[in-house]
């Protein structure tokens, strides 16, 4: 076994060198769903700037994910999702592809099956409320005098988490105009029939922010003229100031597309600068194979540098190999030293950290802070000074993060207002940031190594995640798939505070983790296990997920057949390149809503934990 997975080690980390790219970094494809791709063509349809070549390729790609029930989905292997399917179905429409073709008969039966039009998501009826296919009036309520309220007051744009506030703030203003620009044909083939509005009672928050938005639906139509024009002008000069030098705005596609569209509407032409900035920047996020173009929702250049220096130093490399030494100096330049959203609730914090992308500057977040500063522990450097330096500055932003009840969220401190949950609107996504265990538990881990395991701000965190745990052993993975995800991070954090293997917490974990491993040796979760239909742990076996459950179990100091079945597992399944298949989707959005398959979750992880298991079988 140890011959065999030093092989399995030698040629996975030569397949992860190989892709190092010459400035440092590294950098996966971040797959997700064709909305980003529907979505695309139709902004550029309501811009006037959709091209006869883009069309095709986007399209030739949103056709070749289609199912053979007609349908599109959200993740590989997933159920027929509504909205995703009118989208594409939109898409193709626009692309000239014709209502009586198998595949859009197809689509429409799915689509017209789930629903309709009329129980699609709010953004989709969002989109078609552009061309004149849903009315306005019809919509929840957004006014731009949201802008107005002052950060300490109910619903105020901070209170909402980092992503959906810069997604409400345009939407805003698009609300605001109302635009209808028809398009060459109708979709009212997608239609279903009316929708029974649910109506809450008054007793309950979801009741009254209801009565509330029909009285704002109201004020929509006669609203104070110097007042909104007010908060239309306030929120084009909050969008603008948070636009990225690569002219996105957080690297991810809702606020991005929706700020264009936001400041289209408000008068800026299209070569003006914010703009024409915007527009190009989907260059870098397009991926273009043959027939076929897409586009990535956000990419994570910093995430999978970091994942990949710890995968490097798990495996053998020394902290002067030249990959490592390269991608820790690529990954000092970008430091974030400018003070984002967070400084809202943390005014008086310097400025550090890292952020997920190469240019989201005004949102550095703290799980990526915390494993660049893993990785940055991995290498040498050579100004050892300033490397030193952008660590203590890092450690000293991530204590300035922490929320008041000892956990770590991902962007904000005390994003908890969970009120926003209820407005009609947010039905789609999470809308707060509150403390999760997959990023305290990596901020407790990196914070242990830094020497502080004994600091009481730490032994908080540990309680937090010790409160944290699930009745049956495992911990909810916010930002992967799922439990195994949590477990995977939560049980080498705990350990590495201090807490000793045969602690309460970490046996019920590994008696969890004995649970849920497969016949076949591995470890996977489906995606179903984030709602009510999905068992947490059980799913085909995954490379990414079975390394998590063997970073937990090697941790905790069990070396005996379920590890010995789980490394043995990788190894078998490795390919001759060094890589492993994975078409699951790993990662997370939005649990229950918004799925991402990190290409290089598949290599990395793998890397780690047959790493962490030849070190322990020395």
């Known amino acids: 076994m140890r011959d065999r997975v030093h092989a399995a080690i030698d ?29 695309d063509l139709l902004m550029r349809e309501f811009l006037g700037v959709r091209t006869r070549e883009e069309t095709a390729r986007a399209a030739s790609w949103i056709r070749s994910k289609q199912r053979g029930d007609g349908s599109w989905a959200n993740y590989y292997g997933g ?11 939109a898409a193709l429409r626009l692309a000239g592809d014709p209502p009586e073709a198998e595949h859009m008969k197809g689509a429409r039966e799915v689509a017209l099956a789930l629903g309709g039009i009329e129980h699609s998501r709010v953004f989709t009826r969002i989109w078609l409320a552009l061309f004149g296919e849903w009315r306005w009036d019809d919509l929840p309520a957004l006014p731009p005098e949201l802008i107005l309220l002052p950060a300490w007051f109910p619903l105020n744009v ?50 009254r922010l209801q009565r509330l938005d029909r009285i704002l639906q109201r004020y929509e139509r006669h609203a104070i003229r110097p007042l909104r024009r007010l908060a239309r002008r306030l929120a084009a000069e909050w969008i603008l100031a948070r636009q990225e030098t690569d002219g996105s705005w957080g690297g991810i596609q809702p606020p991005w597309v929706y700020s264009i569209l936001a400041l289209h509407l408000e008068g800026y032409p299209l070569d003006h600068p914010a ?73 008086g914090l310097v400025p550090s950290g890292w952020s997920f992308e190469f240019d989201n500057d005004h949102y550095p977040d703290i799980d990526d802070t915390a494993e660049v500063i893993l990785a940055l522990r991995a290498a040498r450097t050579g100004d050892m000074p300033a490397h030193a330096g952008a660590l203590a500055r890092a450690v000293a932003w991530t204590w300035g993060m922490q929320s008041s009840d000892g956990g770590w969220a991902a962007f904000d401190a005390d994003n908890t207002r969970a009120l926003c949950r209820e407005l009609p609107f947010c039905d789609f996504g999470e809308v707060i940031d509150p403390p999760s265990a997959d990023v305290t538990a990596h901020v407790v881990e990196m914070l242990a190594l ?61 008696r969890w983790l004995f649970a849920v491993q497969n016949d076949d040796g591995g470890w996977g979760e489906d995606l179903r296990s984030y709602r009510s239909e999905g068992a947490p742990g059980f799913g085909d076996s995954t490379a990414s997920q079975t390394a998590w459950a063997l970073l937990a179990l090697l941790a905790a100091g069990e070396r005996g057949p379920a590890s010995e079945r789980g490394v043995a597992w990788l190894v078998a399944t ?32 793998p890397m780690m934990a047959l790493g962490r298991w030849a070190m322990l079988a020395q």
């Open 275 to 347: 703009l024409s900035r915007a527009l190009d920047g989907f260059t870098r996020f397009a991926i273009e194979e043959g027939d076929h173009r897409r586009l990535e929702a956000c990419q994570s250049p910093v995430w999978d540098t970091a994942l990949a220096m710890l995968a490097l130093r798990d495996t053998g490399l020394h902290p002067d190999h030249p990959a490592l030494v390269k991608g820790a100096e690529w990954m000092l330049r970008e430091e974030v030293r400018i003070p984002g959203d967070w400084a809202v609730r943390r005014p």
């Open 450 to 510: 830094e020497g502080h395991a004994d600091d009481p701000r730490l032994r908080s965190a540990v309680a937090w995640l010790l409160r944290a745990q699930e009745p049956g052993g495992s911990w909810f993975g916010r930002w992967g798939a799922n439990h195994l995800y949590g477990t995977g991070a939560v049980v080498p954090a705990l350990i590495a505070a201090g807490l000793p293997a045969d602690h309460a917490a970490v046996r019920r974990a590994v």
């Open 574 to 605: 490795q390919r001759a390149d060094g890589d492993w298949n994975e078409p699951q989707f790993t990662g997370t959005g939005f649990p229950g809503d918004f799925y991402i398959n990190y290409h290089l979750y598949r290599l990395v992880f």
């Open 79 to 89: 159920p027929a999702d509504l909205s995703t399917t009118i989208e594409a179905y």
């Open 11 to 39: 040629r996975a980390r030569s397949h992860l060198l190989a892709r190092q790219q010459p400035a440092g970094w590294w950098k996966g494809e971040l797959e997700t769903n064709v909305t980003m791709d529907a979505e």
């Open 158 to 207: 901070y209170d909402f988490a980092c992503w959906a506030r810069q997604t409400i703030v345009p939407l805003t203003i698009v609300g605001a105009h109302r635009p209808v620009r028809p398009l060459p044909f109708s979709l009212a083939e997608l239609r279903g029939g009316p929708r029974r509005e649910v109506v809450y009672p008054l007793s309950t928050w979801k009741g």
